[in-house]
């Protein structure tokens, strides 16, 4: 099975299969375009978001799809090893038929109405400030939790992405991300752009 073989469907694609299901949230490269209001760039994948259960929703309204975890550059089919998703976040949609993959769906820890960074619990904010949604309302993850991830890797792309977002952030989005930054990576290039 090629790793590489994405053509993934588009957040409206995306978004008209859920209608009505939740919650999930558009998220990476392609939440940061919703946010924007335009696609900046191109996606070579689909990234979601839902919580640790949730991949059921999708089960449900993708049944063409097969659900492998994705980890440590290896995927695993759900179907065929019960336990698997216990100890994985990341899950990919398998389309069969066209010998593509289709979606991303990572699996976060949501709880009591709250989002939690997955590489540190301490840096959250409260679910209903997580989610936003665009004005046809596909849901997506706000930018600065997206930029939060990106910072991580700080490819070409994360620049790209970071250098669209920061004039368009709130002061309390961009604090919020310089506080998250600060904890995880204090000598983070961006912190310097984020303060105002």
């Known amino acids: 099975m090629d790793l590489d073989a994405w ?8 978004a008209a299969r859920l209608d009505g ?30 919580s640790r259960g949730g991949l059921a929703l999708f089960q449900s309204a993708m049944p063409e799809l097969e659900w492998y975890a994705a980890h440590a550059g290896e995927v695993t089919a759900v179907s065929r090893t019960p336990g698997i998703l ?16 289709r979606l991303d769906v990572m699996r976060e820890t949501w709880v009591g109405g709250r989002w939690a960074y997955r590489r540190n619990p301490a840096i959250d904010m409260p679910l209903d400030a997580a989610l936003h949604k665009t ?25 790209h992405d970071f250098e669209l977002v920061l004039p368009r952030l709130t002061d309390a989005q961009a604090n919020w991300l310089a506080r998250a930054l600060s904890v995880e990576d204090p000598s983070h290039a961006w912190l310097r752009e984020l303060q105002r």
Do not use: Y
């Open 7 to 14: 053509d993934a469907w588009t957040p409206v694609e995306v």
């Open 21 to 50: 299901v939740g919650p999930w949230a558009v998220a990476g490269g392609w939440a940061i375009d919703l946010f924007v209001g335009f696609q900046s760039r191109e996606h070579e994948d689909l990234e979601v978001v839902t």
């Open 86 to 101: 216990r100890p994985t976040w990341q899950t990919w949609g398998w389309d069969a038929p066209a010998g593509k993959w």
């Open 135 to 159: 004005a046809s309302h596909i849901p997506f993850l706000a930018p600065e939790i997206v930029l939060l991830f990106k910072a991580k890797h700080s490819r070409d792309k994360d620049r």
